[in-house]
């Protein structure tokens, strides 16, 4: 077992390396010819950074390839990229015409695993792009959230806390991709129930520059007077249900009603983006 952990954690390389020596799929290390690899089609990453990508291929310009790509042959003296795109790219920049590369025997799903796996390892991903790739690994290639904690070297907590930020709303997600809030805050954001509510405070952090810890101090407030108003609220009735389905088909939105006994609650209108706003807002005021 502990020969095990410590190939763990130390990239696709290692994984790479280990699944030949049981496998037998490692063929060598050979120079191909940039124009004899295409691209990966599983490639979790469809953004490359320019201005890394030319830094890169000045490094290479200097010192050469110090690592060598992955590919798999596909075709007669044709491959396709494993892992390495950056390094790939890269090398056409700098006006290479070959590329070190390993070459080793696997099938669609044996690829996309490596893919996904590979880009877990980068430094640079955000935590919607590990969690985006956690989870394709657990559906398409069928790994539970213990096979995938052997692969990757992660706890399993840490997993299930990246997966559960997919549940998050659209815009927070954005919001994480683009560094605006950091994971912290978006784990605190998590434990409240109600979408609106969660856009709410992302927008408060935004204007106030909350932290972590006063936004989790915000959520267990508000998570105390839920537990004190939910003993109040009713069952909603099949009229009221009917009432907001005939809002949302003219509306052209989500409907949501919250009713306590006392006959107090609020109606609440949803709105995925700007333009959805406006067109909700000339609704209600024609």
Known sequence: MSGKKSVLGRGLGALIEDANLQRNEFKGIFQIALNDIRCNPFQPRNTFDEESLNELAESIVKLGIIQPVTVRQVE????????????????????????PAFVRETDDQGMLEMSLVENIQREDLDAIEVAVSYNRLIEECKLTQEKLSERVGKQRSTIANYLRLLKLPPEIQLGIRQHKI?????????????????????????????????????????????????????????????????????????????????????????????????????????
Request: positive net charge; glycine residues 4%; contains cysteine.
């Open 182 to 286: 950091s994971m912290g805050h978006a784990r605190a954001l998590i434990n409240v129930e109600d979408p609106e509510t969660q856009i709410m405070i992302f927008h408060q952090i935004l204007h106030y520059d909350f932290s972590v810890r006063k936004v989790e101090d915000v959520v267990r407030e508000l998570t105390k007077n839920e537990e004190k108003s939910s003993t109040k609220r009713v069952q909603i009735s099949s009229e009221v249900k009917r009432v907001c389905d005939k809002i949302k088909h003219k509306l052209k939105c989500n409907v949501d009603v919250k009713k306590s006994s006392d006959g107090k609650g609020k109606i609440i209108l949803s709105f995925q983006s700007e333009k959805e706003f406006n067109k909700l807002v000339n609704h209600l005021i024609e």
């Open 76 to 99: 007669d003296q044709k491959y396709e990229l494993i892992s390495g795109e950056r390094r790939f790219r890269a090398s056409k920049i700098a006006g290479l015409d070959a590329i």
